[in-house]
């Protein structure tokens, strides 16, 4: 049994930092002081939005999309507030590793940064990531990938997309 | 406003001793007869009983106070707010989600009120293995009967939504039994939202019942307060520290202790074992924290031609033993069928996928059924469960690894559910894992899923039932406590909670938790009291109870 663990997180960025040419004292955490995403980590965690929700945003309307994804990300925000100090030092420093241009060619395989990578590239990169032979690669995967969508589907934004009224009122 | 009443605000109205978060300043320092670690199903049992034996209580609860008023049904709001960790509380190599309470009631504010009583085989291995002749079933028999009649647990006899349909119309058809669960309910609105926290107060959870009946007798609970360390002195516990906690667990004030003749822990597995690492105490057997079971849980969810829609209707009505008992205890392992709620949350989460795999789950989710398989661990070598760890910080975390014994059961329960849903008229089904795909028939799905590979993470595994840590058993040898709960090697402290099993047990745990904890009490009340006590009866006169 691989022993695999974010909590090695630690260790394993100095490895991959170390192989990409960086320095592990060069990274920004990837939640602020107030525990609210980063500008760098926001664009991760909306490019993800992008890939992982693609055909169920507002496609017609760019506003009507970009508001749906800036909700998205500031409920994001509300639920880490409410992990835990290691929980949210953990996925700061994710997505601190993430965000760096070294850690994320090496962990994502993805060449262009967040921001501009294209969908595919980063649906294709995240596939990769789930199907992967190294246990960190797949944590990653499923870090990103479930809490995007925990928030996601909670939100009664999106209840119309699978079909759900909502809780049943109680008078 | 909502027409229910919150007995909670009503008890509060009334001057229950409620302390921390923002029902009022924790003292520096309190004296008590007894301090219980946590308000779960352990804990609340003990709580009612202890009391009523006139003992002065104090409760001590990580979590928050939250109460029908506060229970919106919104999955928005109740992961974060009610379960561990935020609702982020995952195995350490983040393989498996691990669904527990933490508020006041625990998880049985959250829980799918399921109450099944200990399978008969399970408390026969614990009396073969551990010793535990206490735990026979003709001895446990009165015990259920209890807790029964205390929470309301009967057969639930309200037509089974369709998503438990789903499980019984299947089983059925393959000559396999699904009978019909017993619930803790009272009045039940049928809502389908137990997950989220009451909002009607139809369950019988710990949060309605023995917490209630313990402060109306003069207990005292301190919430959003984190039991942070036991203090030893010799084989005596001489005071518990307290740390204060906001929401997310970080800290909100001084610490303050508290000092009482006993000291009971009920925080629940994984957190009862890490209070006891944290605070040092005697471990000579090396069992604290070890064997750790959790009842690893797969999925798999079929589109039927009926509309489902899973999110409403008791999520658990129908269940199925068969695949318990088709090969022995000890053997390949076995498992239990039940269903799981289908909200949009929860469900579009741990059914995996992205893109056109989410658009096309999206398209069908109201047809969709889930019906999910128990791994009963704990009863062979290679299922010897998780060990618990510390962090740096002290906060648990539990190391799990899933080996190729589970995942043959997680193959097989794959297997066993897919037939189920096809049998039942599904359109089409997908086990929860990665590389699987929308199968058209039994035929194609059978032999897809025998050569799909499975590994840790590609195969969705979660789990809501947390067992084990602190072993019961009739020799120090096998266990950190005696068969009634009293720690073997510290005189004065006792552990009554599900972190007591043994194995894991094959069923839902909250009622076998009652059970034990029902037992355990009843003995320590008559230890430190002489008194007798129970929990379909009233509590001894204050005037009585004085004179102990």
């Not at chain 2, 396999?176 to 959870?205: D, E, F, M, Y």
Request: proline share 6%.
């Amino acid at each position: 049994m691989k022993r695999r663990s974010l909590l090695k997180l630690g260790i394993a960025s100095g490895v991959v930092l170390a192989v990409a040419g960086g320095s592990l004292a060069l990274l920004k955490p990837g939640l602020l002081a107030d525990g609210r995403l980063s500008p760098a980590a926001r664009q991760l965690m909306r490019a993800v939005a992008l890939a992982v929700f693609d055909g169920l945003l507002p496609a017609e309307a760019a506003a009507a999309r970009e508001a749906r994804l800036a909700a998205h990300l500031d409920q994001l925000d509300a639920n880490i507030a409410g992990f835990p100090p290691h929980l949210r030092g953990e996925l700061s420093q994710l997505l601190s590793l993430l965000t760096s241009s070294g850690g994320r060619l090496a962990l994502t395989g993805l060449t262009s940064d967040w921001a501009a990578a294209s969908v595919a590239d980063v649906q294709a990169s995240l596939q990769a990531m789930s199907l992967s032979s190294l246990g960190l690669k797949q944590q990653i995967y499923h870090a990103l990938r479930d809490l995007s969508s925990l928030v996601f589907f909670s939100n009664a934004a999106s209840w119309q997309l699978v079909g759900y009224p909502g809780p049943r009122e109680i008078p | 406003m909502s027409s229910i009443v919150d007995p909670i605000k009503e008890g509060l109205a009334r001057g229950w001793k409620v302390l921390g978060g923002k029902y009022g300043p924790l003292p520096t320092s309190l004296d008590c007869d007894v301090v219980i670690v946590g308000s779960g199903a352990g804990a609340g049992i003990t709580a009612e009983l202890l009391a009523k034996a006139g003992l002065k209580i104090a409760i001590v609860e990580e979590g928050p106070l939250k109460s029908s008023s506060d229970f919106r049904q919104l999955e928005a709001d109740a992961y974060a707010q009610l379960y561990q960790e935020g609702g982020g509380r995952k195995t350490a190599d983040q393989a498996m989600p691990v669904l527990q309470g933490r508020c006041v009631g625990g998880s049985t504010t959250v829980n799918w009120a399921g109450a099944f009583r200990t399978p008969e085989e399970t408390l026969n291995y614990w009396v073969d293995i551990y010793g535990l002749k206490e735990c026979g079933a003709e001895a446990m028999k009165p015990w259920f009967e209890q807790v029964e009649a205390r929470l309301n647990i009967s057969e639930w006899l309200t037509d089974p939504n369709a998503n438990n349909s789903v499980l019984r119309r299947g089983a059925l058809k393959l000559g396999i039994k699904a009978p019909t669960i017993h619930r803790n309910v009272k009045g039940c609105w049928n809502l389908g939202s137990c997950g989220l926290g009451c909002p009607t107060n139809a369950k019988q959870s710990m949060l309605v019942t023995t917490i209630p009946t313990a402060l109306d007798l003069g207990a005292t609970l301190m919430v959003q307060t984190r039991a942070d360390k036991l203090e030893l002195k010799g084989n005596q516990i001489s005071g518990l520290l307290c740390q204060p906690v906001h929401a997310d667990g970080s800290h909100a004030g001084p610490a303050f202790r508290i000092t009482a003749k006993h000291y009971v822990v009920a925080g629940g597995a994984i957190n009862s074992p890490a209070l006891m690492m944290r605070s040092g105490l005697p471990n000579p057997n090396d069992l604290l924290g070890r064997r750790t079971f959790l009842h690893p849980t797969v999925a798999s969810s079929a589109v039927m031609p009926e509309p489902v829609q899973g999110w409403a209707g008791a999520p658990l009505a129908v269940f199925s033993d068969h695949f318990l008992r088709t090969q022995p205890i000890d053997g390949a392992i076995g498992y239990k069928l039940e269903t799981a709620p289908v909200h949009p949350g929860f469900a579009m989460t741990n059914l995996g996928g992205m893109g056109r795999t989410l658009v096309d789950k999206a398209k069908t989710f109201p047809h969709t059924s889930i019906l999910i398989g128990l791994l009963r661990d704990g009863f062979h070598p290679e299922a010897g469960g998780g060990v618990v760890e510390l962090k740096s910080d002290g906060s648990p975390v539990l190391d799990y690894p899933i080996n190729g014994y589970l995942l043959d059961g997680a193959r097989r329960a794959h297997l066993s559910m897919v037939e189920i849903q096809f049998a039942a008229g599904a359109k089409s089904v997908r086990p929860a894992h990665e590389q699987a795909q929308d199968y058209q028939s039994w035929h194609q799905a059978r032999e897809a899923i025998l050569a799909l590979p499975y590994e840790p993470y590609i195969t969705t595994i979660g789990s809501a039932h947390v067992m084990g840590g602190c072993a019961m058993a009739a020799t120090p040898a096998q266990g950190v406590v005696q068969p009634d709960g009293q720690h073997w090697q510290v005189a004065n402290l006792s552990v009554h909670d599900g972190s007591v099993f043994p194995t894991s047990i094959g069923a839902n745990p909250q009622l076998t938790v009652y059970a034990q904890a029902a037992r355990m009490a009843t003995g320590l009340a008559k230890r430190l009291t002489e008194r007798d006590v129970r929990l379909d009866s009233p509590a001894v006169p204050a005037s009585a109870a004085s004179a102990a």
